[in-house]
């Protein structure tokens, strides 16, 4: 059995309530975090996956846009509530609500299609990037570390994430630019839904997107003092793919300032195709001393 995955899968098995109102209700765990604060990914995911639960089986998801409403806490499970908004020939639209002790945390519409021929053209991955097998793994980089999020990330997450240039756990080395790649795959084997794949891409699409606006100034998830919190995250799928098979997941900021850095990331299959599209953006605050510069 592999702990991680295992977890995965039960997060994202939500229970059908049976309550009725105007919207179709589900529940669903949290997972433990080091920090006691539900991950975006999570809460993203499950809600994707109960607005999946309410539209007809050929219809496959191709865009979400969430806003994070408040912190969620891994103590309390999560309940799901589905708005029907809309059916038509091709697209369905749902927008779901997941709240904690009576109020919301995340609000998120999502767009359903059925299938259809069209225009195809894509952005190309870059090239020149290294393989994942050559590059350190979260457990190599922390394993050694005595501390709850350094044991989380380096051998309690579902995803193996490899950094290009290089990891900002502990320190922001190389170039101040506003750009990174990572490699990520799930660390197991993943039934063969499609849906299940799509929503388990969305989770991990949240592990790192934020990452270019710290490397871009030199700040480092260690830093002393440092606050970041997702405030939307918007996704679109373009075409399938497995995510226990690796993934190139490259990333830019365009931007930060207000307090506030928005990234935006493309991802990519091993063999180039482009499977997704991805942009956040984040509350970052700096102790005073530290400040960006």
Do not use: C
């Amino acid at each position: 059995m592999n702990g991680p995955i295992d977890g995965l899968l039960s997060t994202l098995h939500l229970t059908d309530t049976g309550a009725r109102t105007t919207e179709d209700i589900f529940t669903g765990p949290s997972q433990w975090m080091p920090h006691g604060r539900v991950f975006g990914g999570q809460v993203l995911a499950q809600a994707l996956i109960a607005a999946m639960h309410t539209v007809p089986s050929e219809r496959t998801i191709h865009s979400m846009h969430g806003y994070f409403l408040r912190p969620g806490d891994v103590t309390h499970p999560i309940t799901f509530s589905v708005d029907r908004l809309h059916d038509g020939r091709s697209f369905s639209t749902r927008r779901t609500h997941a709240f904690q002790n009576g109020v919301p945390i995340l609000s998120l519409i999502a767009s359903f299609q059925h299938g259809d021929d069209g225009l195809e053209h894509q952005v190309e991955m870059p090239e020149g990037i290294p393989d994942p097998e050559g590059l350190p793994t979260a457990a190599e980089v922390l394993g050694e570390i005595d501390h709850d999020v350094a044991r989380h990330w380096s051998s309690e997450r579902a995803f193996d994430v490899r950094h290009i240039p290089s990891p900002i756990y502990l320190s922001a080395d190389g170039d101040r630019e506003p750009r990174q790649a990572v490699w990520m795959r799930a660390f197991g084997r993943l039934p063969d839904d499609p849906k299940q794949h799509r929503a388990a891409l969305a989770y991990a699409s949240d592990y790192s997107i934020l990452e270019p606006v710290l490397r871009a100034h030199g700040v480092a998830w260690a830093t002393p003092g440092l606050k970041i919190a997702s405030l939307d995250h918007a996704m679109w799928w373009h075409r399938d793919a497995r995510v226990d098979e690796w993934l190139l997941y490259v990333q830019e900021s365009p931007s930060a300032s207000g307090g506030r850095g928005l990234s935006l990331g493309r991802i990519y299959a091993r063999d180039g195709v482009l499977v997704a599209s991805v942009a956040q953006e984040g509350m970052i605050r700096i102790p005073r001393g530290d400040a960006f510069d």
